[in-house]
């Protein structure tokens, strides 16, 4: 398709609602602010157009007032009539910032307006109220607080709000999840990490004991297990903590330290140097040897350097024996025996679940691992590109959707990708990027997309990305500004000035990236960052790329 027939479908979807007529207050609210981000996306061939405005539209069931809340939460969907923390309430919230903010700041607020009075923030909040039963952790939510108040106007009331009842769940986790004083934090039930169905969690009760998310089962010949993903959690979670203290003009050490502390911990108790793994540790002090996306938990919560992550890709992330199956990634290593791919039902025993494709990109792009990254996105997409209800779960075999319907993280899992892979992603560090990856025919060389356009409007400058076959281009307020060729990430600041480039594909790529007039030569390879210094672009960082493996 010529390029401005396809900016032209592209500018005709702006300003249009993509959701049809609301029905309710909280549909006129999220078309509201998405009128305003003026988020669109047009393809010429194949089903992912199609796919993506039926995501957009399916989010609206997944936002609605809940209980006594006045203002809209977002849902976990499906068959999940709530907002869980582990999910909705972190990651899921996250991701929703970039579109709806206001939705997603509701739903942070709503945990802390519903923290007991001990600290314990509930582990989900439906119509019936706030519950408190486990404690289901998974991404930190100080880290996804952080990244939505610098995304959209660092509001500093709803940042003290939510740090105040933060150190108060600290402090109750540090109180009650550390039993066996080893500074780890303590699983007492497999819903404490939302493991459904896993086999790490055989023989244990879904459920703390007598319901309280403070006691553990007495009588357990296994429990408490030292729990890889939940130190990992609180490690972060400290973090952010520091650097949200030093944002408010408070003390920021105490957290680097306590930090310091739970990482040692984690390392000491849970990682096999032999295996190269995260385990829990059970009662008697034996590795849980069941190996899970823990792994990917725990480096998502920005555990390790960068050679350690690498290793971890080689070993086992990129290891078609262990985690990267053709529709990636599996929730138990496939050379286990226990491993069950069935997507049929709730199950964290073998099948990609779409919870933990949502949480990947954070691990790979802490790293630099974009190209790696664009081979979990393609063929999820060329999976997406055949969905129709939003299940959880991808078989990890031939990539059909599975359990459940209008689930949030599949729908947002689908806007997320797209606009990492050929869209344009403002960051919270105040970046945005505008990435030349067309999606590819993974799934029998069916068409995904062939030529894709993408417009966002950011501090009221609308921008436009076109990636065809012949190269790419950006558009401001209908003006062309850039001019690149495919197979390259360009970043700029909001106000649209040139930071640098990424190399986004294996192969190297050349050519021109035009801007204000002058043709400056591009010469980058796969993950190769090179940053723009007055006239010309310089190698910032080159980390070479880590491929697959097969045992």
């Known amino acids: 398709m010529d390029e401005m027939m396809l900016l032209d479908r592209l500018r005709g979807k702006s300003g249009a609602s993509p959701f049809g007529e609301g029905s309710k207050p909280s549909d006129r609210q999220v078309m509201a602010e998405w009128e305003r981000s003026d988020v669109a996306f047009a393809a010429s061939g194949g089903p992912l157009e199609e796919v993506y405005g039926s995501a957009m539209r399916k989010l609206l069931d997944c936002i609605v007032p809940t209980g ?50 001990d600290g314990l923030l509930p582990y989900k909040i ?51 999840r550390n039993t066996r004083s080893t500074g780890c934090v303590e699983a007492f039930s497999t819903f404490d990490t939302g493991h459904d169905l896993s086999p790490r969690f055989w023989h244990a009760p879904d459920a703390p004991h007598d319901g309280d998310a403070a006691q553990c089962d007495p009588n357990s010949p296994i429990l408490p297990f030292l729990a890889p993903d939940l130190t990992a959690n609180v490690y972060c979670q400290r973090m952010y903590l520091a650097a949200i203290a030093e944002e408010l003009g408070l003390e920021a050490s105490v957290w680097l330290d306590k930090a310091e502390q739970t990482l040692g911990s984690l390392f000491e108790h849970c990682f096999d140097e032999g295996d190269q793994f995260f385990y829990d540790r ?78 990947t990109p954070h691990a790979f792009e802490k790293h630099g691992r974009h190209v790696e990254l664009t081979w979990v996105m393609q063929p999820i997409l060329s999976a997406a590109s055949h969905m129709r209800r939003f299940g959880q779960t991808l078989s990890p075999w031939n990539g059909q959707e599975g359990f459940t319907e209008s689930y949030s993280p599949a729908i947002l899992c689908v806007l997320d990708y797209v606009e990492r892979l050929c869209g344009i992603l403002p960051t919270p560090e105040g970046e945005l990027w505008f990435t030349a990856v067309r999606p590819y025919p993974l799934d029998h060389g069916s068409e995904v997309a062939d030529e894709t356009a993408y417009g966002r409007s950011v501090d009221g400058v609308r921008y436009e990305l076109v990636n065809s076959r012949a190269g790419s281009a950006i558009y401001r307020d209908g003006k062309e500004h850039m001019r690149f060729p495919g197979g390259i990430r360009v970043r700029l600041d909001r106000s649209g000035k040139l930071l640098g480039i990424v190399g986004m594909s294996v192969a190297p790529v050349s050519g021109e990236l035009t801007v204000e007039g002058k043709a400056i030569p591009v010469a980058v390879k796969g993950n190769q960052q090179l940053d723009y210094d007055y006239g010309r672009l310089v190698e910032a960082r080159d ?9």
């Open 68 to 117: 006594a809340e006045p203002a809209p939460i977002l849902h976990e969907g499906g068959i999940y009539r709530g907002c869980w923390l582990e999910s909705t309430g972190t990651i899921n919230a996250e991701l929703l910032a970039r579109f709806a903010p206001s939705v997603a700041e509701s739903t942070f607020l709503s945990f802390a307006v519903h923290q007991r009075e």
């Open 282 to 359: 059970d009662k008697h002090d034996r590795f849980v040897r069941i190996q899970s996306d823990v792994l990917l938990r725990v480096l998502a919560c920005e555990v390790g350097d960068q050679a350690f992550f690498d290793e971890m890709l080689r070993r086992y992330l990129l290891n078609t024996r262990k985690f990267f199956a053709r529709y990636p990634f599996t929730s138990i290593a496939m050379d286990d025996p226990r491993f069950d791919p069935s997507s049929s039902y709730n199950s964290w025993g073998g099948t990609t679940n779409f919870l933990s494709l949502i949480r």
């Open 543 to 551: 980390i070479g790329i880590v491929y697959p493996t097969y045992e």
């Open 126 to 176: 439906t119509d019936q109220g706030p519950a408190y039963r486990q404690i289901q952790l998974v991404t930190p939510l100080a880290r996804s607080v952080w990244n939505h108040y610098r995304l959209n106007g660092r509001d500093r009331a709803f940042l003290s709000s939510m740090y105040e009842a933060m150190v108060r769940y600290d402090e109750w986790l540090a109180k009650h």
